[in-house]
């Protein structure tokens, strides 16, 4: 008897790769502006260096929360990539559970499979990027 396929939790190709490319976006923009600043100034640091590479993407897209089938809210995520990948912003100390847990709700709720939650405010920027897969 075969074994009834598994539902797909890693992310597409496509995905990985639109993740890397916005990785490597919100790389230069540290490179260029540095840590310290406000989340809505590399929000729009982010927003320019993802349309001078061509990369598709909505702004602070509104997102229905959803509860039992009834609309309770609504929600707004910093950057859709593609109407594929959720791009959370941060400018704070260190990132937290609930940083985690706030992209994990975004992706379950608007039904996405993949996040990157970006935080800006490290020396290092490799050391504030958390990759978030809803699994």
Same mark, same amino acid.
């Given at each position: 008897?075969?074994?009834?396929?598994? $539902?797909? /939790?890693? $992310? /597409?190709?496509?995905?990985?790769?639109?993740?890397?490319?916005?990785?490597?976006?919100?790389?230069?923009?540290? =490179?260029?502006?540095? $840590?310290?600043?406000?989340?809505?100034?590399?929000?729009?640091?982010?927003?320019?260096?993802?349309?001078? =590479? =061509?990369? $598709?993407?909505? #702004?602070?897209?509104?997102?229905?929360?959803?509860?039992?089938?009834?609309?309770?809210?609504?929600? #707004?995520?910093?950057?859709?990539?593609?109407? /594929?990948?959720?791009?959370?912003?941060?400018?704070?100390?260190?990132?937290?559970?609930?940083?985690?847990?706030?992209?994990?709700?975004?992706?379950?709720?608007?039904?996405?499979?993949?996040?990157?939650?970006?935080?800006?405010? /490290?020396?290092?920027?490799?050391?504030?990027?958390? =990759?978030?897969?809803?699994?």
């Amino acid at each position: 008897m075969p074994v009834a396929a598994r $539902p797909r /939790t890693e $992310p /597409t190709k496509q995905e990985d790769f639109l993740a890397h490319e916005v990785i490597g976006a919100a790389i230069e923009v540290h =490179r260029v502006l540095g $840590p310290g600043l406000l989340e809505s100034v590399y929000e729009e640091a982010l927003c320019i260096e993802l349309t001078e =590479r =061509r990369i $598709p993407f909505v #702004r602070q897209k509104r997102i229905d929360l959803i509860y039992k089938g009834h609309t309770i809210g609504a929600g #707004r995520l910093d950057i859709l990539v593609d109407d /594929t990948v959720v791009v959370e912003l941060k400018a704070v100390e260190a990132l937290t559970d609930v940083h985690l847990a706030q992209v994990l709700s975004y992706l379950r709720t608007a039904g996405y499979r993949l996040g990157l939650l970006l935080n800006f405010n /490290t020396a290092v920027l490799k050391k504030g990027i958390k =990759r978030v897969v809803l699994t």
